[in-house]
């Protein structure tokens, strides 16, 4: 009997315990990489996790990269200040600054995306990557990663066509960041040339893999196309840049906006110039919410990006009923407050909170045309450089054009100011054509070479890669 | 007293046969009520021969010729004594919960304290239901050595913060683990909004008795969970005897113990208001649109809506008076094979903050059965409701107060309005936003509420194979399910607007299992050899469903349930981990006087990398108990003496479940499809921190009373789990990482005295100390790091854990009226070294957060039926950052915000005034930045607890059919008797972080204790 009890006893405490198993847990709202992408329809998925972190952090496309060079070329005014974004407009960025230090572990955390997808899509069984939806996805991921080192660069180095500048300094460029690394890599700024052939490179890869159809929410060959065209013309490559750029304007499916739908293609997804737009979601969790494009550029939101009054009478000065685009610029009231602002982020019309939903239109068919405007221009082709500025100002009048013949290099870059206004043009066109930069609210200027006109590489990642150079005067 | 007994069994059982020759005779009584004990057992020394007292205390007993002659007198719950057999003996038993060998609960067992070479601390029941504390790790405030208690606020169900020697680590974990009943639980806070304590689902009343594991020989048998110590909590039990019957009452009430948070009036806000704008308009060269200071100044304070008057007192608005109520019963007896257990508890408790409350129903069953001769079978039942209603609070250190809480609706009230208009109607008063704080205090249009129902059950069964070698199993089960609610009406700030109406639903059900099962064996031979040793397994499975679901845009304000709302968001998770352990322990004695010990534990984890996962922690100790030697029995002062030591190693595990994976999260959407992306780093070397303890230790006891305990304690951690910063390229920013090393030393000194005077009033007193050092040692790659919220404390090898970061803030220049920083810390205060902007001052440690000393004084004081208990509580050597008063000394800055009161009059308006506040400016200069003007001392002796109660006669009480009538009053937190800094709650957790949440309470409470 006794015995029989003590077995019972201990049976029972045996069944309840005995299951090693268990020490191999998961948890259930993630994957281990290897499981998580086993076929083309999971790389796809973290090829969309590149996308949706464009889509909802702060620092990027669809919040404060996609106004920064408009706040430092001189042509916003901090309306409001609710202390967000107004740092940028004043040239207040310091290397502990937080909105530098997330630009650059924003574009490097989307760029290691890539990586990372881009790795664990060499591990795909061959017969997955055999498909074409594979070299679609990898040419995604290539030409994107290009575009996040092309913005990095934008941000952190000097533009190559800068008078002066050493584009063989070492440690000049930014890190060229190509494959998955060790958690404790030391990392080093490459050159400036390394850094646009690295992305000048990275565009042309991808463009053997794209497709030319459309990619929704994403990159298709003409996108890529674009991208390279816009790199060129930064690079100096004139030629190259006009080729490519006509390329997209002969053969894409993009067309310009008309005087018709010019106010409505704002709020539309994939409106007609759109080569590259990111879709923003409606859902507090994946938008910026007001550190978005939307919040900043109203005066419901934080508001700290207007209309300065230098850009406004410009606007001013078009006469009524011609140039569309002067009502892109609009004075916004409420009991509080009130300024101009521009109305290009009005939101999405579905959308719960229009403020939060606008998407960044990261490159169209608009810039083409202004880049091979230029790029003709300094090649030496006026004839091309006319035809493409008058083929685009054409279209934004719905009275009374006027061709203009000889066009100068001011000529495109004011069109290009009023076209691409608050899109994060303006400080790098005037940079890149050696232009003195103005300040938003007073007299000064800034020479193209001024260290301030670069953001400081953060402490937090000198502190990490301590052979990392820092910019000067920072 | 009815002392019911284990008569009947001595009876049956232990007489033999009485071959008489000299009679002893007398009576015993108890020396706790001088009340006779009934069926006490007297048998004489090294026989079976005896008897027991009879309904009077009398006894009387025949011994034969050959016997001894000495008599043991012993009784459960007291002292057993050995007195010369006589006639007319009168014997006095003393309780045995005073007594200086005490059986303590260890791990995975109970020692007697003579015998236990480790370093552990026991608290007994008594000490631990102080009315108006509802969980137990706030009760234990000064009551033992190297522990240290603290809340990050006082709202009722908060959390208290354990810390025990010391801070166990940099970024995870510093709590130690809690086992109750012999099974580990999870404890800690499990809202991430508000401070909630799983703990206070345990009613301190049921408690029997709480040890704290110190050192490596007490606490490594728990192994991978023990590097921040161990408290072991065992709930009451039945007795044998007649049923008991007791019931209790508390009735108190609380206000803010400390004159915390006091704010400008109105007419002082105007004034410091208008001259912070005509500073402003002076500074800048004028505002266009205006013609003079005046002007600027008066058309600002009119958008202000502020007028030169006193409006309503928001302090006493906000932080009203709380009160509490606490009832209990409990029952409990049971006969000599078989003990019952049973209690019901109530409490509620309002707190300070308008809206908070507390609330907890609680009821215990524990019953012991013996099956047979060799198998006993115990059976623990806890269930418990908690209901905790408050606001969001800061216990997590985010950056910035809320708006909405209580502290922040406090600074943005506007001190020249009152609460309603004279229609009776609310006014806006929230500078800037226009809102009533009724509406967001009220408790309808806003409230976060956690309700936590949780079961606890063991069932437990001991086979006694041999007389040596027996078998315990101990299964349990955890249950907790946390509901977590909140919402945020249309009226109120952040509900209000375009959001009409936020609800948020969260809900955690967690359920642990355990089964340990151990064999003991036990035997003692050729009379001077003791060993003891056990060996087991036992595993532990932690299982967690999560689902959230939140809704906006109300189409009511009436009602808060989330249907009337439209859905925003909706999660859902599980999660698993397991634990698999291999845990031995020996201990052998000689004579009981020399001691040997050893343990080992072998722990498998899921937590960790797959080649990682085992880990062996051990220990080894040993004492002396010199007292027993020969040569010091002469000393006859010295009643019992012991030096003891020990060394090894504890563990612990990462508090993230899968950090050892890499991992791609699933929660993405991107436009209409869904997205993922990496989450984590792969790190399959993720593996245990580990600690190595060496304590070192005497206890002495003098004339039986007086008890001194001296220990050193080392205790140095390495592996430590780190978020260690990476560089961005790699996609993450930090990566979990065994790294650093810290180490904590210091010595714990503690005094107990027992009735000390040996006379009629009986004094008692308790009195520790500890000194902490506690050293960052090593850092990944040698590299300083910056941490916490504005990365202001620093960590640097070689320097303090806790070191604030900051820069040095000199003082008000009485000149020009600016705050004066140095630009260089590490030079001398001169005209080349000030700056005026603390963001151009250069940084430097300047404090340690932690107290160095730190502990507690108890007295108790019994005179007839009169007991008198007063507890101190001190610390020196601290440091606070005062972050609500950084707010609240912005210089004029924040239009919104009003200021602390002791600005007032203490500002500089003129060339001349020395004061310590610099000259108000709206622009702001760059005074009111974080630096040292908001780190103070933390140091004070505070009168913690202090309680009269009075026990009714027997004499009186006897009449009435009832045993113990006891009434007692008792207050906590009544007053500092020394404060290094005024005005402040200084009672915070080692870290220093003074949050803006509500303040300690000080709770007068009255009570009845009645039991028959």
Known sequence: MRKTYISAVLSGMLLFTACSDDLNTRPSTSLPTDEAIETNADLQLALNGVYQRVSRVRSLHAADFGLYADAKGGDTDVTLNSNQFSDVTNFQLNKQHSIPKDFYQEFSRVIAYCNQALEAGEKLPASEKAKAEYKYIKGQLIAARALFHFDMARLFSQLPTVEGVDVNAAQSGVVINDQVFNVFHQFKRSTIKETY????????????????????????????????????LYNGNWAEALQAAEDVIENSAAKLYTTENYLSSWSATDSDESLFEI?????????????????YTTIEGYGEVGVNARILSIFDAIEEGTDVRKSMVKLEKNDKAS?????????RPDATNWMYVNNPKIIRLAEVYYIAAEAALKSGNQAKADKYYNELRETRFENGYVATNNVTIDDILADRRIELFCENHRMFDLVRNNKEVPSWNTDAIRKPNAFDILCP?????????PDMKQNPGF | MRRLTLFLAFLMIGVSYLAAQTKASGVVISAEDNLPVIGASVVIKGTTIGTVTDFDGNFTLDIPQDASKTLVFSYVGLQSKEETAKPNMRVVLSSSSQSLDEVIVVAYGTAKKSSFTGSAANVKADALSVPSVESVDKALAGKVSGVRVASTTGDPGSAGEIQVRGIGSISSSTSPLYVIDGVPVENGNFNSRASSNILSSLNPNDIESLTVLKDAAAASLYGSRAANGVVIITTKKGKEGKVNVNLQANFGVSSMATNSYETMNGIEYYDYSKLALMNYYNDRGGVSGF????????????????SRVNGEDWRDYIYKHGQEQNYQVSISGGSAKSKYYTSFGYQDIQGLARGTDFKRYSGVVNLNNELADWLSMDVKTQLSKTDQKGYRDQSNQSQGIGYGTPLGLLQQANPSKTLKNENGEYNAVLMGRGINPYYELNGKDKFLRTENFRALGNLNFTVKFTKDLSFKTTNGVDFSNAFINEYWGPNTIDGGGSVKGMGQTDDYKVLALTSSNIFMYNKSFKEKHNLDALAGYEVQSYHRNYTQAAVSNYSTDKLPDLSVGAPSRALGQTDKKFLQSFLSNVNYNFDNKYYVGANIRADRSSQLGADKRTGVFYSVSGSWRFSQESFMKAASLITDGKLRASYGTNGRLPDSFYGHLPLYNFDGIYGSNSAIYPSQPANKDLGWEQSKNLNIGTDITLADRFNFSLEYFRKYTSNLIMEVPVSSSTGFTTVLQNAGEISNQGVDFEFHGTDMLKSKVKWNADFSISYLKAKVEKLPGGKSMNLGDGEFYRYEEGKDLYSFYFPTYVGVNPETGLAEFLKDPTKPYSADNVVNDASKAERSIVAKAYPTISGGFNNQVVYKGFSLNVLLTYQFGGHLFNYPEYFMHHDGRRAATNISKDVAGNYWTKPGDVVDNPRPNAGGTGSDLFSTRYVKSSDFIRLKEIGLAYQLPSSITSKAKLGNVVFNVTATNLCFLYAATKNMELEVPLNGYRTGDTPLAKTVSFGVNVSF
């Open chain 1, 457 to 465: 590489i953060p402490q937090s990642e000198t502190d990490v890669n």
């Open chain 2, 291 to 306: 013609n003079s200071p005046e002007d600027y100044a008066l058309a600002q304070l009119d958008k202000r809506g502020l």
């Open chain 1, 279 to 295: 879709y923003l979601t409606d859902n507090i969790k994946n938008n910026p919410q007001r550190n978005g494009l939307g919040g």
């Open chain 1, 197 to 232: 052939d690295f992305i000048i490179n990275g565009l042309n890869e991808s463009l053997t893999l794209l497709s030319k159809d459309k990619q929704p929410g994403g990159i298709n060959y003409y996108a890529a196309e674009a991208l390279l065209a816009r790199a060129y």
């Open chain 1, 339 to 347: 300024g101009w602002y521009v109305q290009k982020y009005k939101g």
